[in-house]
C-alpha cells in the first residue's frame, strides 16, 4: 500500500551511539502517538507478546526468534531472508522452499528504513546479504512460487502480526511497505490495483512519519498526503473492484484509517455527539466547514470504503467496464477485472468513518484540489528520478546467486 505505510517507524531503532537494542523504544500505541484507544494499536489488533506501545515486544530477541523457528520448523522446508539493503538496496524477501528448492511462499518489504530496523532483531543466521541485482532475480523466484497446502510461519510472527499488514500485497510491486519493483513500468500481476498504488506511491506531497510540514505534525507511524492524493487512490481502488483492490483498500482506508492533509477553511462541529463518552467516542458527530474563517492546512479522517465497495457492487452489474489508470507497459489504460470475492460477509467488521471523513464535508467549501473527481485513465507521468530499468535475467542467472539454505 502503499502503502508509504509506516515508512519510518522503525527508524529508532538503533542507539545514537550506534548500539543496536531491542525493539521497543517507542512509547506510544501504534497509528498515533497520542491516542491511546487506536484502532491499529496492536492490543486492539490482537496481537499476542505486543504491550500497548508500538514496538516494545515482551521477551523477544534474535536468539528467542531463532529458537521459536527452531520449533516450528517444518521438515523438508528451507527458510531464509534474503535483502540487498545492507549492499545499497532498498527490499527484503522472507523466502520458503521445498526439499527439491522449488519456492513454496515469500513474504516481501520494499521500504529500506523499516528493514534497517527489522534487521536489528532478526537472527543473523538467518538472513544473506545480496547485491540489487541478485534481489531482483529473488524476487523472479517468488513469482513463480507454487501453490502450498498452508501459509508458512513467517519470521516476523515473532516480531508482530502488524508486520504482516506491512508486506508486499500478493499479485502486486506497489502495495505494501515501500516497493519491490524493478523500474517504474515493473507492475505484478494484479496489474490495476498495483498501479493504483504506484500512483499514489509517487504523489508530490506528503509529511513523512513523525515530521512535521504546514505546521502539521504528523503522529502517524506511516507517511500522511495529500487528500487529493487519498482521493484519486480512493477512486483508483473503487473503480476496479478486484478482490486484490477491495483488500488493499479496506486495509488502508478501514484498518490504518489513514488521514490526509489539505489547505481549506476551518473545520467546525455543528452537531455534538449525545453519546459521548471520553476516550471512546468522537465529542462530535458532524463537522461542516466554515467559510467565514481564513484558509488552514488541517487533516481529514478517510470514509469508508468497505461501505463504498459493497455500494458500488451492487450498481456495477450493467455498467461498462472500468479502465485501470496506465496498467499496459506503453501507459495505455486496460481493462481491469471485477471478480466478486467469495463470500462478502453480512455485517460490517469495521467502525462507520469518523466524522471529519473528507466524503462528508461540504464539496463546495472543500479547496478544489482536495474536491477534483479523479481521473482514472490519466497515468502519473514517469518521474524524472526513477530507477532506471535493470536488465531481467532468469534461467541461468540464477545458478550464480547465493544458495539458500
Known amino acids: 500500500m502503499t502503502p508509504h505505510i509506516l515508512l519510518g517507524a522503525l527508524a529508532l531503532l538503533v542507539l545514537p551511539c550506534g548500539r543496536a537494542q531491542r525493539l521497543g523504544i517507542l512509547t506510544n500505541p501504534l497509528g498515533t502517538l497520542t ?21 516494545k515486544i515482551t521477551n523477544t530477541s534474535s536468539s528467542d526468534i531463532t529458537r521459536q523457528l527452531t520449533e516450528n520448523a517444518i521438515p523438508g522446508v528451507q527458510h531464509r531472508i534474503i535483502t540487498d539493503v545492507p549492499l545499497g538496496g532498498h527490499k527484503l524477501a522472507e523466502i520458503f522452499q521445498n526439499s527439491t528448492g522449488h519456492v513454496i511462499d515469500c513474504n516481501l518489504l520494499g521500504d529500506k528504513v523499516l528493514i534497517e530496523g527489522v ?20 524476487l523472479d523466484l517468488c513469482g513463480t512460487r507454487e501453490n502450498f497446502a498452508s501459509k508458512q510461519k513467517s519470521a516476523f510472527d515473532y516480531i508482530g502480526d502488524i508486520f504482516k499488514s506491512l508486506f508486499i500485497f500478493p499479485g502486486t510491486k506497489w502495495c ?19 498501479a493504483c498504488c504506484r500512483e499514489h506511491d509517487h504523489a508530490d506531497d506528503s509529511i513523512p512519519a513523525l515530521e512535521v510540514k504546514y505546521g502539521l505534525r504528523n503522529t502517524n507511524l506511516y507517511t500522511m498526503t495529500h487528500c487529493k492524493d487519498d482521493r484519486k487512490f480512493y477512486g483508483c481502488l473503487l473503480n476496479d473492484s478486484s478482490v486484490p483492490s477491495f483488500t ?28 459521548y463518552i471520553p476516550l471512546v467516542t468522537e465529542k462530535c458527530k458532524e463537522y461542516r466547514l466554515d467559510p467565514s474563517g481564513e484558509k488552514q492546512w488541517q487533516t481529514f479522517s478517510p470514509p469508508n470504503f468497505w461501505k463504498d465497495y459493497l455500494a458500488r457492487k451492487k450498481t456495477q452489474t450493467n455498467q461498462v467496464r472500468p479502465v485501470s489508470p496506465g496498467s499496459g507497459q506503453d501507459g495505455a489504460a486496460v481493462p481491469v477485472t471485477t471478480e466478486e470475492p467469495e463470500e462478502e460477509p453480512e455485517e460490517e467488521p469495521i467502525v462507520d468513518a469518523e466524522p471529519d471523513n473528507w ?43 547465493p544458495v539458500i539454505g
Do not use: H
Open 176 to 194: 505494501g511497505a515501500g516497493d519491490v519493483a524493478k523500474n517504474y513500468d515493473d507492475l505484478g500481476p494484479s496489474r490495476a490495483t498495483d
Open 359 to 401: 466524503k462528508n464535508l461540504d464539496p463546495s467549501e472543500i479547496s478544489l484540489d482536495a474536491t477534483e473527481e479523479p481521473v482514472y485513465e490519466e497515468t502519473t507521468p514517469k518521474p524524472v528520478n526513477s530507477r532506471s530499468t535493470r536488465p531481467n535475467t532468469s534461467g541461468s542467472g540464477i545458478r550464480g546467486l
Open 35 to 55: 491516542n491511546t484507544g487506536s484502532l491499529v494499536n496492536p492490543v486492539n489488533l490482537g496481537t499476542r507478546a505486543w504491550d500497548q506501545t508500538f514496538g
Open 248 to 275: 488493499v483498500g479496506k486495509l488502508f482506508f478501514n484498518i490504518l484509517r489513514t488521514k490526509c492533509f489539505d489547505y481549506t477553511y476551518p473545520k467546525t462541529c455543528v452537531r455534538d455527539n449525545a453519546f
Open 119 to 138: 534487521l536489528v532483531v532478526l537472527p543473523e543466521t538467518l538472513v544473506t546479504k545480496v547485491t540489487p541485482e541478485e534481489m531482483d532475480q529473488f
